[in-house]
């Protein structure tokens, strides 16, 4: 059964215990990570690749880089895109220099695009002032899309500060550790005050990765591995085996379903229609045949003509249905129906796009486009005997 509910006594009562049990947890949770965390991550590495001391001073660019991609990416899927990231654009200099085309391109498959255009519009706005990345937390927190947790977390890796953290990882140790008994986002200011006493007058560097690593890999958000965690003699749910009930839910929203009709028009010399989307908005700046949501009272093959209609100012006859697939993103479900289509009338024109583009198929993959659309091209170079 859950605590009864959280009441300011409670809250004191509570706080006056991780006061005390403090140094206690800090020095069991580096000891379990010393022996069991992700250590040898490479943007908390040396350049030469030795593991950092705690005076040393690391470069702030690839930690910026790694953390923005965390943000809403696991470590393990992460990893691969930092590596190629870091040797296609090794510094705020190269990032500057490229392409937003170039910068989508790189940052393909890892999804919420908007990061990769945010990392590119800070180095152009930095670069063009000559004016190096910020080492401190507040001056990170003044940069788009970084929060106190994402701030915090760069300048501690990169200075080993004492700045804390609190993410998602963080949040649930929290609400498990002090067996609180309503949604964690309620707690966000004590949540704050418990972290900065966990942390007492440490470098933040190896705590922070130590708390998130102790969340992502034992105190699990399904099946929390209580019997190998180091706090489980102090955890207050684990005490009352009410691990798995914490941290307090929110019933989630139901997921919406859209139908997607989308045409791929072939030209006279076999070259197909794609167009870039707005540079803002979700998948800003990244490339798609056109199409969209189908509309009630509509077939499919009315979808697609009217969106072609209304995106690239062209009539066309819909012909062979390609592919059928399903796709889901985080708040939504795509269901595509994708037609090979000829032009009846009209001159194609970025209607709704930025700009368009005929394009052989075998050259699509120079083009950023979103992971949906792979497997339309897989799909058109099948049928085109190109695959
Ligand atoms: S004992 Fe279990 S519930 Fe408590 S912090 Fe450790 S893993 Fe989480």
């Not at 063009?128 to 300048?155: F, K, M, V, W, Y």
């Amino acid at each position: 059964m859950l605590p009864k509910p959280w009441s300011k006594a409670l809250e004191h009562q509570r706080e006056a215990w991780l006061r005390h049990a403090a140094p206690e947890l800090g020095s069991s949770l580096l000891s379990w990570w010393a022996r069991h965390g992700r250590r040898g991550l490479p943007w908390r590495l040396l350049p030469d690749g030795r593991q950092p001391g705690s005076d040393d001073l690391l470069p702030i660019y690839p930690i910026w880089v790694a953390e923005v991609m965390l943000q809403q990416t696991q470590l393990a899927v992460a990893l691969p895109f930092w590596r190629r990231w870091l040797d296609r654009f090794p510094d705020l200099e190269a990032l500057a220099a490229a392409s937003q085309q170039e910068v989508l391109h790189c940052w393909q498959g890892l999804g919420y695009y908007v990061r990769a255009r945010r990392l590119h519009g800070v180095a152009t706005r930095l670069v063009a002032a000559g004016r190096p990345l910020p080492h401190d937390r507040a001056g990170l927190e003044r940069l788009p899309g970084l929060g106190r947790t994402t701030a915090a977390s760069i300048a501690a890796t990169a200075s080993n500060c004492p700045e804390p953290i609190l993410d998602g990882n963080v949040r649930r140790l929290l609400a498990r550790l002090l067996a609180f008994p309503a949604l964690p986002q309620q707690a966000i200011p004590l949540f704050w005050t418990m972290v900065e006493l966990l942390l007492a007058d440490r470098g933040a560097r190896d705590f922070n990765q130590a708390l998130m690593d102790l969340g992502a890999l034992v105190c699990r958000p399904r099946a929390p591995l209580c019997p190998r965690c180091p706090w489980r003699l102090h955890c207050h749910a684990y005490a009352r085996g009410i691990q798995h009930q914490l941290p307090v839910r929110q019933a989630p929203a139901p997921i919406p379903h859209f139908m997607i009709g989308v045409g791929i028009v072939l030209d006279h010399q076999g070259k197909v229609l794609i167009g870039q989307r707005q540079p803002d908005g979700l998948l800003g700046g990244l490339w798609e045949f056109p199409g969209g949501k189908q509309e009630p009272g509509e077939t499919m093959a009315d979808t697609v003509v009217r969106e072609l209609q209304e995106e690239v100012g062209l009539t066309v006859a819909v012909g062979l249905e390609l592919l059928r697939f399903d796709h889901a993103y985080t708040h939504r479900r795509l269901s595509f129906a994708v037609h090979l289509c000829q032009v009846v009338v009209g001159e194609a024109r970025p209607v709704a796009n930025q700009q368009i583009a005929w394009v052989w198929p075998h050259d699509l993959h120079r083009y950023p486009f979103p992971a949906a659309s792979a497997r339309m091209i897989q799909a058109l170079r099948e049928h085109l005997g190109q695959a």
